[in-house]
């Protein structure tokens, strides 16, 4: 399974970006794709995730009523919509894609998108 982002980039608070994620190359059913973000020396930490086949999402507290997770354009693709963006909100932001293997699931990452927020 191939994981691309796109869509990340350099903005000042208050402002708005938005990522897009898009796996290709898989035969199993994806059960969970969503978005984590890493800080240098710093855990990875979920930021939104969406369970496919049903809709349902979950987001960090942290980004909650100003980022909004939803199908892509095309299938099996999510975006990220971030608005109102704050310093702390800047990282390396991941796809993560978990595909249902009867019952054993399996993640991908993709390579990492930087988001830089700053005045």
């Known amino acids: 399974v191939q994981v691309v982002e796109s869509g990340g980039g350099s903005v000042q608070p208050g402002e708005s970006l938005r990522l897009s994620c898009t796996a290709s190359?898989?035969?199993?059913?994806?059960?969970?794709m969503g978005w984590y973000r890493q800080v240098a020396g710093n855990q990875r930490e979920m930021v939104a995730r969406?369970?496919?086949?049903?809709?349902?999402?979950n987001y960090a507290d942290s980004v909650k009523g100003r980022f909004t997770i939803s199908r892509g354009s095309v299938q099996n693709s999510v975006d990220l919509q971030m608005d109102s963006l704050k310093p702390e909100d800047t990282a390396v932001y991941y796809c993560?894609?978990?595909?249902?293997?009867?019952?054993?699931?399996?993640?991908?990452w993709g390579q990492g998108t930087q988001v830089t927020v700053s005045p």
């Open positions: 190359g898989n035969r199993l059913p994806i059960y969970v």
């Open positions: 993560n894609v978990i595909v249902d293997n009867g019952g054993d699931y399996v993640q991908y």
């Open positions: 969406m369970a496919t086949q049903v809709g349902g999402t």
